[in-house]
């Protein structure tokens, strides 16, 4: 039977975490390029953030989210939806502090966390309920976590 078990790797992890966030500068590139002339946007701006995250720079879940929502809509046509999403990734700042853990029904998260619980669901025609943790299992988790990060 195979074995499929991996050990913790800082490097590896660090790795992964760039290439995404480089792929995700690359990606928002290409979308310029393509709505470049069909929806107004502050082009500058978007290939700030681009750049900032192919140097690797941390933006926050909320600027993963914002652009998983862009690309459908973009891929639907809706230009007009299209223009306010970007407005809205274009105020994503780098993430300057050390992560923060907050429940979904955290006030931090007021403005991202409808997107989130309908990003996570994995299937689009399954009702999967996702709600917050009670405040018990929000403060183990954090302090688990903390533990854990001590050990990277």
Known sequence: MNDFRFAPDAQRARLIDHRMRTLLGESLEHIADQIRGQISFNEEQLQNIATRLKQGEKYPPSTFA?????????????????????????????????????????PLLARQAERMKQLMGSDPDTEFPITAPSQQVTETFTSRLGETMKLM
């Open 66 to 106: 914002i652009y998983t929502e862009l690309v459908k809509i973009l891929l639907a046509g809706n230009f007009a939806e299209a223009e306010g999403l970007l407005a809205e990734l274009l105020q994503e700042k780098p993430v300057t502090n050390t992560p923060q853990i907050a429940p979904l029904d955290s």
